[in-house]
């Protein structure tokens, strides 16, 4: 589980969205504790140690837990002088603790802003990446050929069989 948190940030970095906080279950929570401390090779982890190691405020929570919180500041670039916004942490602190809300650009440009909020489920990838294809054999021909195009979605390239896809455009036909 830590190593799927590992991933996700990483895949996070260079981006507009920043991750301030991990809302985990207890049992989740008991695990990634579990999992580091025998990462760092001592006998037990605290809270505040798991907090400094991932970089974030970790929660523990009873429901809509086991997500990453993203923030992002809208518009980036600046609509002034069209500058990326640097020190985005820093933006997004400001700008919540401010009332005006007004975004401030590198070059000092303010300018009207939002503040989004994401929650990102941290078994959101690899449920999707696990989950197993339910035709490997078209029902029609016995081919192993199946493309699928979706998770219901799916046709055979050895012959004409489909899952019932509907054609998004209609040949016409000269009388």
Known sequence: MLERIYRLLS???????????????????????SELADTLGYEGISHLQLTHHLALTVSIQHENTDIIV????????CPVCHRRLT???ETIDRFESDDANQVR????????????????????????GEKEKPIKVCPECGGEHI????A????????????????????????
């Open 105 to 128: 650009c590198p070059m000092g440009h303010r300018y009207p802003g939002e503040l989004k909020v994401y929650y990102l489920s941290i078994f959101q990838d690899s449920a999707l």
């Open 87 to 89: 020190f985005l942490r």
């Open 11 to 33: 895949s996070l970095k260079g981006g507009t969205m920043i991750p301030t906080e991990i809302v985990l279950n207890p049992q989740s929570y008991a695990k990634i504790v």
């Open 147 to 150: 493309q699928y195009l979706g």
């Open 70 to 77: 993203l923030k992002e500041v809208s518009p980036n670039p």
């Open 152 to 175: 219901d979605v799916m046709f055979c390239l050895d012959c004409d069989w489909d899952s019932g896809m509907e054609a998004r455009y209609r040949l016409r036909r000269d009388r």
